[in-house]
């Protein structure tokens, strides 16, 4: 080893030392790294859910029948409902205003005699609709009781149903349908996100701020290795991020792990280079630890939590909101994240998303060396 690399190898060893210590004491660093992390997973995991269970559904039979009994068992049994029993249609409504239930089924007199007609059967639902997404759900789980009582009692009556549609369902990567198995992995793309661009983002700003990056400037230490230095124990800070993250996953909320670790290790790696180029780009141009937190969230946090498909799905955005999600890392490792832990390793999901991580790393990486310089002003 030459004598001008020895240097360089000392100098580095010396700034990562720095950095590390500056970690160690600092406690907000290690609670975001590692604590942050746990604390989202267990409010997501189990705080939140897309799913609809437990709806309390209004239940109005005008004319008790032997089928009118049959088919309000469905709902007795389904997990999805809670349902309340009214003699009239306007008790019902009546409940549904004062929000005692979030939906009405009702079946008239003659629904007995409908059966036995070559007609399709009718039934109405009134559905609360303050909620569209629940509303939506609410009338595929009604429609499916429908179908599979319907479908139940042709076989044991022998009587002819005209049932509009016969559904068969294969709910492929999800098939619980859990909201969970979707959430999570999306959190971990938020968990990343704030290690590596919000962290990072004040690590340039605390040095001019304190005064320290005088110090390092006048020292033979060149920016290339300034950067480095600071990025790599965040790096690692990260990557151990991902790992407590990924067993909470698999162990602490079931969620399957269908892809390779490889795949998984490797896309993140992308993602936290391109995090940390963001946060340090954002740190050498803003130069005050508050404004660099400012911008940090504002340009990382938020949309990898809203426009990264974590929650929202992509598609059912406005079209110059979906343009705008292309130039966002967390779409693309949201994606890499939900196809690796439900999917495997579906490589035309996969390596494109991996191609534009690569490249966004890359363009944050060069954009933060070209902006920070030796110089005070």
């Known amino acids: 080893m030459s004598g001008s690399m020895r240097k360089r190898v000392m100098r580095m060893r010396g700034l990562i030392r720095k950095e590390f210590l500056q970690v ?8 975001i790294a590692f604590i942050l992390p746990a604390v989202l997973l267990l409010l997501f995991g189990y705080g939140v859910s897309l799913d609809a269970k437990s709806v309390p559904l209004a239940i109005v039979v005008e004319q008790p029948t032997a089928e009118t009994t049959s088919f309000c068992g469905k709902f007795e049994q389904s997990r999805y409902f809670v349902p309340h029993h009214y003699r009239s249609l306007h008790e019902a409504v ?13 079946l008239r007199a003659d629904f007995g005699e409908q059966l036995r007609r070559p007609r399709p059967a009718e039934i109405q639902v009134i559905l609360n609709g303050v909620d569209a997404n629940t509303a939506r759900i609410v009338s595929g789980y009604v ?38 198995n979707f959430l999570v992995p ?17 690590l340039m700003a605390r040095e001019w701020e304190r005064g320290t990056m005088e110090a390092l400037i006048v020292t033979p230490v060149s920016i290339a290795e300034i950067l480095l230095g600071k990025m790599l124990p965040y790096f690692l800070l990260g990557m151990g991020g991902l790992l407590l993250s990924t067993f909470m996953a698999i162990t602490v909320f079931d969620v399957p792990l269908r892809g390779s ?30 404004v660099a937190a400012q911008i940090a969230i504002i340009t990382t946090f938020l949309p990898a939590f809203i426009l990264s498909g974590f929650i929202f799905d992509i598609r059912s955005m406005p079209r110059p909101i979906q343009w705008i999600t292309h130039i966002i890392p967390a779409r693309y490792y949201v994606s890499i994240l939900q196809t ?8 035309p999901i996969v390596w494109p998303n991996v191609a534009v991580l690569a490249l966004m790393a890359a363009f944050f990486l060069v954009a933060t060396r ?8």
Do not use: C
Not at 146 to 170: M, N
Not at 265 to 288: E, N, P
Not at 340 to 347: C, I, K, P, R, S
Not at 370 to 377: A, M, N
């Open 24 to 31: 160690l004491r600092d406690p907000s660093a290690l609670g």
């Open 94 to 106: 009546e409940a549904m205003r004062r929000g005692e239930v979030d939906g009405i089924v009702h």
């Open 143 to 180: 429609q499916n009781v429908f179908v599979l009582w319907a479908s139940e009692y042709l076989r044991t009556s022998g009587t002819q149903i005209a049932v509009p549609v016969r559904i068969e369902q294969r709910v492929w990567f999800n098939a619980n349908v859990r909201s969970r």
């Open 186 to 202: 999306g959190v971990i793309a938020v968990i990343m996100t704030l290690i590596g661009a919000l962290l990072t983002a004040l």
């Open 261 to 290: 670790a490889t795949v998984l290790i490797g896309s993140s790696a992308l993602f936290l280079l391109a995090a940390l180029g963001m946060g340090l780009f954002i740190s050498s141009v803003a130069r005050i630890q508050f």
């Open 340 to 347: 690796v832990f439900l999917a495997g390793d579906v490589g």
């Open 370 to 377: 070209r902006v920070t310089r030796k110089r005070l002003d």
